[in-house]
């Protein structure tokens, strides 16, 4: 058995690697962008025409939090090659898969994590706006210095469990050609007859980036409460606090 | 500074019915009065915190027309006049005490670091709480974080001070500290407008006295004949309901 796994294994880590850590590196980053410039115009208070860009943002959120992920891949990278513009691609949008599952991901991540990020500046109280106007600060200043730093503290545990969907998630990539881990653990598993060793040893291996994902939110956690939070107080559900 | 024929509304409801107001230079105004009075309203106006319907809202040479709007230049200057010193302290929780009193010198002001942490530590001296400097607001009591409000808003060199209830959250004793912060700023000379529900601190601080019910301003004038052998029955009521006997 050791034999069979010491052979996979590097293969498998090699289309993680190569395919699933930057797919989901690339598509968080992109998502979160998207995520924050989604709540912002979501929470922006502007009318007039305005008003259209908001109900186009939220039209997003609503299809990408409303459709199945596997579905978005199949249409953006099967359909879409089958949408003829003239003038503009006349042959259909045909994309590469890598591309297709890039653009996928952020647009589905950037959907749920708005939703997140609205949630987390709406939570800080009114007061803090308040007093950033009071000494004289612009909207533009209070959001960045005062209400987003504070925000963001409380959206890491919610951002982390997106991340950590999103590594997960990618092992859908394999629909669409993308030649990723698990993609890699059937062909060998069509291969060696081994189809319960294959797919335990590639869970396993997503469970060991996850963990790694998951300390990394513990440290990151750590490292923003310490200022807002200096006397290390823990919070516990029984209401009771603990040093 | 100056309220003209100023009406405010909140749905139906009407919060300020025409009010006039002045408030002189290098004096403390104090606004008292019941609950929901409008007095807080009256306060946050003057920091365009609140924008009346109506009226116009007169600082130095500067004429707003509510009717027409504020515009970023009107906005910038009012606030940059009037400092707001709130009844919660709405203390940044993300920024050291030093870290909170520059905020406002370095990123509005564009001074530089040095000397915003200079003009920081003298204002922290005044205040009695130089050894808090390096200190995050929730390691403060009430009356600490309160009293880093108010130097919060004495480093953008305010014209005037406006306070909302700056005590109302606090205990007695701790009351007492920021009370007599107060009364300093009012022996140098600071112009403060203050909403208070604490009459024997009002009658101290007071150079002028405005009683607010229900919208309309009853009394309006020095704080002796408002506090002594006071005709009206409703100012008498309400001192009555303030102070046991």
Redesign the interface.
Known sequence: MWEIISKALPQILEAGFKYTVPLTLISFFLGIILALFTALIRLSSRKGFFLVVKLFFRFYVWLFRSTPLLVQLFIVYFGLPYLKIKGMAPEGIKLDAFIAGIITFSLNTGAYASETIRAAISSV?K??W?????????RN?TLK??IL??AL?VSVPPLANSFISLVKDTSLAASITIVEMFEVSQQIAAENYQPLLMYSLVAAVYAVFCTILSWGQGKLEDKLGV?????KKEVVIDGVERN | MELREINKSYGNHLVLKNINLEFPKKKVTVLVGPSGSGKSTILRSLNLLETPERGKYLFDDLIIDFTKGIDKKELSYVRRKTGMVFQSYNLFPHFSVLGNIIEGPTQVLKLDKETAIKNAKKILKKIGLESKIDNYPEELSGGQAQRVAIARSLAMNPEYILLDEPTSALDPELELEVLQVLLQLAKDGQSMVIVTHNMSFAQQVADKIVFVEDGNIIYDGKPDPFFKNNKNLRITKFLSSMVLK
């Open positions: 109280p007061g803090q308040e007093a950033a106007f009071s000494i004289g600060m612009t200043q210095r005062i730093p504070q503290r200022k807002a939070n200096r006397s």
